[in-house]
């Protein structure tokens, strides 16, 4: 029912652009199915539906009295005309043109072009406690977050498979910044170009410390559109790769009841 509800397009023009399903698979069995639209919401803002579901679920099964505060979507609009029409984002664009300057086409896993696919193939793993503690140890040494050794990883990979020493990953964002975004639920969410360089003779540290340092700038510029980029370089959607590997760390998942 799922796949058969996925692979049926919404209208623009005419259709809700979500759908809720509550399927009954046993008598202590559900599963709550949730479809949107991209263009309504992202990854984040399905974090703060869930919490709000979750809270008004627990306050009826309680027994106890819950009016969820309205979350208007015109904060979201405002702050994001607010910036385009300001000065941060003419200094973003700067930013952006000079660290991509002379940008080489991405090396990537896959020769094949990126296209949106009828269905998708998911592959879920967790990494054994002594790798994760070694993630955690690596991050500690260069004085950053561990997220920062997965991206440089990452890299150290696609480099080791391809020889390509200018490498750019593809970092997803959520480009929100105050309160207000945070508790917002729409469309921010951004992808950005991360480029590193690797060589052979690098060594695991200073590449974990660079990562974190590019990957710093790259979130003090994070609201300047990833698709207005595309247009500023003239990197077409159908042309070469604007870059490789899409590094997507949602480290955001609420605490559910």
């Not at 599963?31 to 263009?39: D, E």
């Not at 309680?62 to 200094?91: F, I, K, N």
């Not at 090396?107 to 193939?121: D, I, K, M, T, Y």
């Amino acid at each position: 029912w799922m796949a058969a509800d996925f692979a049926t397009p919404f209208d623009l023009d005419r259709s809700p652009l979500f759908r809720y399903a509550l399927l009954h698979l046993t008598a202590t069995h559900w599963i709550w199915y949730q479809r949107y639209h991209h263009i309504a919401v992202d990854g984040y803002s399905c974090s703060l539906l869930a919490r709000r579901v979750a809270d008004a679920y627990s306050a009826l099964v309680a027994g106890t009295p819950h009016t969820p505060p309205p979350a208007p979507l015109a904060p979201l609009v405002a702050a994001d005309e607010a910036y385009r029409t300001g000065q941060r984002h003419a200094s973003d664009r700067e930013f952006w043109t000079s660290a991509l300057f002379g940008h080489p086409d991405a090396v990537s896993l896959s020769a094949r072009p990126p296209q949106v696919a009828g269905r998708f193939l998911r592959r879920s793993g967790h990494l054994p406690q002594t790798a994760g503690d070694l993630v955690h140890a690596a991050a500690e040494k260069a004085g950053t977050r561990w997220s920062r050794v997965l991206l440089a990883a990452t890299a150290v990979y696609l480099h080791r498979l391809t020889g390509a020493r200018d490498i750019v990953l593809g970092l997803a964002v959520t480009a929100r910044e105050s309160e207000t975004e945070l508790a917002t639920p729409g469309m921010a969410s951004n992808v950005l170009p991360l480029r590193l360089s690797v060589r052979p003779d690098t060594t695991a540290e200073d590449l974990v410390r660079r990562t974190a340092s590019a990957t710093r700038d790259l979130l003090a510029h994070q609201r300047y559109r990833g698709e207005d980029l595309r247009r500023d370089l003239d990197r077409p959607q159908d042309g070469p790769r604007f870059f490789g590997p899409v590094v997507n760390i949602m480290a955001f998942g609420p605490e559910l009841r």
